[in-house]
Nanobody, 126 residues
Framework: QVQLVESGGGLVQAGGSLRLSCAAS????????VGWFRQAPGKEREFVIG????????HYADSEKGRFAISTDSAKNMLYLQMNSLKPEDTAVYYC???????????????????WGQGTQVSVSS
């Protein structure tokens, strides 16, 4: 059974930083294309950042490039999202997600992802 569990969300002031974690079981993250998405109230879920399983190339949403970083710890089977210079518009529920095993996914397309965590709330105050 696949399980993704996010943690690390919270309330932070604008300009601050947070690191989100995603603990995986039932999948080996380095064998899947993985990503972070977010959903703000009243808005659609949107892509934030992801890693292709082949070549480990990193893909960013334009608004996050330079502020957000993604990484994996293969020994711990963990996925991380480091968020710096946070803005109020970054407020959302953040989800980690994984595509099917060794599948080339359209990394920005949420419907390509099979496995999802329950989400963690990030709130940025001005």
């Amino acid at each position: 059974q696949v399980q993704l569990v996010e943690s690390g969300g919270g309330l932070v002031q604008a300009g601050g930083s947070l690191r989100l974690s995603c603990a995986a079981s039932g999948v080996t993250l380095t064998r899947h294309t993985v990503g972070w998405f977010r959903q703000a109230p009243g808005k659609e879920r949107e892509f934030v950042i992801g890693i292709n399983w082949i070549g480990r190339s990193i893909h960013y949403a334009d608004s996050e490039k330079g502020r957000f970083a993604i990484s994996t710890d293969s020994a711990k089977n963990m996925l991380y999202l480091q968020m710096n210079s946070l803005k109020p518009e970054d407020t959302a529920v953040y989800y980690c997600a994984a595509c099917p095993y060794q599948r080339m996914c359209a990394i920005r397309a949420s419907d390509e992802y099979t496995y999802w965590g329950q989400g963690t709330q990030v709130s940025v105050s001005s």
